[in-house]
């Protein structure tokens, strides 16, 4: 089924204010390219698709904007930004930093067995998805064996700092499955993950994340080449700002 703002919308929860699902809304559709980069965005039409008012979506733009999402362009309009390489890098850079971080905390403290068959159970169906070829689950699947190895070592703000940089990385990350990351060889280096945690392998562990986290960058300059509309112009990706 191909995604579209009312099947975004249908997947929030009724129990959220309307500001907050319209800006869970946008944020996802702006992720999985459904509102393009470089898409001018209409708060007339946008409010008329979920028949609310235009002050909720003005808010969501706010929100969008401080995420570098969208620019407000007085007296032109509101847009979805291209996406700026350097912001991909520099949130890659803070992700790695704290999930290496949880993954040597949760190496450390022995995470109980509970824990460790929720993530492998999470694996199980990440790898289901290979063959349906269904990549939007995958993603989602992704994000939930993130966020609970955060959750699970009581690093609740450790992860909500990395959910606030990672809106750049996030349409990366999207554009990249399945051609130019697998997602088998995702699945299989969140496996390497949980082994290293389950063995209490902190060197293990720290490096397995690391790799994982590395991956993006091996995908950037091919995704560039590919999806030039998508990026920023005059950009570079260089081995000086991949480190």
Not at 70 to 91: D, F, H, M, N
Not at 179 to 196: E, Y
Not at 226 to 233: A, I, L, Q, V
Request: include cysteine; charged fraction near 25%.
């Amino acid at each position: 089924m191909q995604t579209t703002l009312q099947t975004l919308w249908q997947e929030t929860r009724d129990s959220d204010s309307v500001r907050q699902r319209l800006f869970q809304v946008l944020r996802q559709s702006i992720i999985q390219m459904v509102l393009a980069p470089g898409q001018a965005l209409s708060e007339k039409e946008i409010a008329d698709t979920f028949s609310v008012s235009r002050q909720p979506v003005r808010e969501a733009f706010i929100r969008l904007s401080e995420a570098g999402l969208v620019e407000v362009k007085p007296q032109r309009g509101t847009y979805v930004v291209k996406i700026s390489q350097r912001a991909v890098l520099e949130a890659r850079f803070v992700r790695e930093s704290l999930e290496v971080a949880i993954a040597l905390k949760a190496a450390k403290c022995t995470l109980s067995s509970s824990v460790l068959m929720e993530l492998n159970e999470l694996i199980v169906r990440q790898r289901s998805c290979i063959e349906r070829k269904d990549h939007d689950r995958f993603f989602l699947l992704d994000e939930m064996f993130h966020r609970t190895l955060a959750f699970s070592t009581g690093q609740v703000m450790a992860w909500k700092v990395i959910e606030d940089v990672k809106a750049q990385l996030d349409r990366v990350r999207y554009l990249s499955i399945p051609d130019s990351t697998p997602i088998a060889k995702l699945a299989d280096q969140h496996q390497a993950i949980v082994d290293a945690i389950a063995d209490a392998d902190t060197n293990a562990a720290a490096k397995a994340m690391s790799i994982h986290q590395h991956e993006i960058l091996n995908s950037l300059p091919e995704l560039e080449h590919r999806f030039p509309e998508m990026f920023e112009e005059l950009e570079l990706v260089t081995p000086a700002l991949a480190i």
